[in-house]
């Protein structure tokens, strides 16, 4: 995350007319006397974001460094939000029948009633994040969502085609969900990409816990068994006898607070807020889909992306979850995953968007 950061840092200073020079793992700036005066930085400056690399002769920068809070200050609200045009791009032929062969209703049927190109809306948001435990990592998780269906894209989708894009004004007749909805869903894609961004950090506090608590747990075990041969060897009875088996509840109390200790250590504690907002505008090919069960039917977006080559996922309305194969609320079609159409308690079938906090069978609670 520290490259990322690097890059960053780099654009900024060059917009602000700064000349540099990136390495891997610092920058060397030459930077306009202003500039340099905004940010407590001589006009030469040498600038560190790998604190393992880092040289006494320039500056390390992390998320968590003043220079940040300088830099922040000095760009005030630019760069917090932004609208693009992105270039148009080929548009899928057929797309009619390969929406009926990638789009699946569980528990109805699907039709394709046509298609059109369309100039939809998506907004990239980037979140700053921070894990804390017995260490610290930092660093930012990006999510793309349409603005229409919600439907979320892999950020690494767009990074080709900024460079074509250009500078826009929003286009009032554009087609989107309320700014409050795309935000929620945003933030629900970010918390699953932050989780696997943690992944590893997490793997390795588990695995120091355990080590730590396997000590824990062998050193008081020794202890525990000394009294038990100090018992047996010296055959104590009476008061000598509850004055051991008194040191080996306080032995098993102290292990257990040890025990605490250690997981409350190794607990990772995480924030995160967001940075800023991309909105950019994309020609797509959409295509009218006719889901139906019973008597009953409902007409869906999908949505085929040239960023992807492929169709956009259709997002379960109760979690979100990105679907190919989805099930319809038997009273008002939500397009519901099938942990969302099951009550996770008696199992029977139940509408998590109709029925938000119980089952209205079994009365479960859902979480």
């Known amino acids: 995350m520290s490259q990322q950061?690097?890059?960053?840092?780099?654009?900024?200073?060059?917009?602000?007319g700064a000349e540099l020079e990136q390495n891997a793992d610092h920058v060397e700036a030459l930077l306009p006397a202003a500039l340099a005066q905004s940010l407590h930085l001589p006009e030469m400056a040498k600038l560190y974001f790998n604190a393992s690399t880092a040289q006494p002769d320039g500056e390390l920068i992390t998320f968590q460094s003043d220079f940040l809070d300088?830099?922040?200050?000095?760009?005030?609200?630019?760069?917090?939000?932004?609208?693009?045009?992105?270039p148009d791009l080929y548009l899928k032929k057929g797309a009619d029948e390969a929406a009926e062969q990638n789009f699946t209703a569980l528990n109805g049927l699907g039709h394709a009633l046509g298609s059109r190109e369309q100039r939809l809306s998506y907004a990239l948001c980037n979140?700053?994040?921070?894990a804390v435990s017995d260490e610290k990592k930092e660093g930012l998780?990006?999510?793309?969502?349409?603005?229409?269906?919600?439907?979320?894209?892999?950020?690494?989708?767009?990074?080709?085609?900024?460079?074509?894009?250009?500078?826009t004004a929003p286009q009032s007749n554009l087609e989107r969900q309320p700014l409050g909805r795309v935000y929620h869903a945003a933030c629900k894609n970010a918390q699953a990409n932050i989780t696997r961004e943690l992944a590893d950090f997490n793997k390795s506090l588990n695995r120091r816990?355990?080590?730590?608590l396997k000590r824990l747990q062998e050193y008081y075990q020794e202890l525990l068994d000394e009294i038990e041969?100090?018992?047996?060897?010296?055959?104590?009875?009476?008061?000598?006898?509850?004055?051991?088996q008194a040191r080996v509840r306080a032995t098993q109390i102290e292990l257990e607070k040890k025990i605490a200790d250690q997981r409350e250590k190794y607990h990772m504690k995480i924030a995160v807020e967001p940075v800023n907002l991309l909105r950019f505008e994309l020609a797509v090919r959409t295509v009218s889909y006719e889901a139906r069960f019973s008597k009953a039917s409902r007409e869906l977006t999908l949505v085929w992306n040239p960023l992807l080559k492929d169709f956009e996922a259709l997002p379960c309305e109760s979690c979100l979850t990105g679907l190919s194969a989805f099930w319809l609320c038997e009273q008002k079609l939500h397009v519901l995953c099938t942990a969302c159409f099951r009550c996770p308690q008696c199992e029977r079938k139940v509408c998590r968007v109709c029925h938000r906090k119980a089952c209205p069978k079994c009365s479960a609670p859902f979480s």
Do not use: W
């Open 229 to 244: 041969r100090k018992i047996k060897r010296r055959g104590l009875e009476g008061k000598e006898l509850e004055n051991e």
């Open 209 to 212: 816990l355990q080590r730590d």
């Open 5 to 16: 950061l690097l890059e960053t840092v780099a654009r900024v200073l060059e917009l602000h």
């Open 127 to 130: 979140f700053k994040y921070t």
């Open 141 to 167: 998780a990006a999510t793309i969502i349409n603005e229409l269906t919600l439907s979320a894209l892999p950020a690494r989708a767009l990074d080709l085609y900024l460079s074509e894009s250009r500078e």
């Open 70 to 86: 300088r830099l922040s200050a000095m760009m005030q609200a630019s760069g917090n939000c932004a609208h693009l045009t992105l």
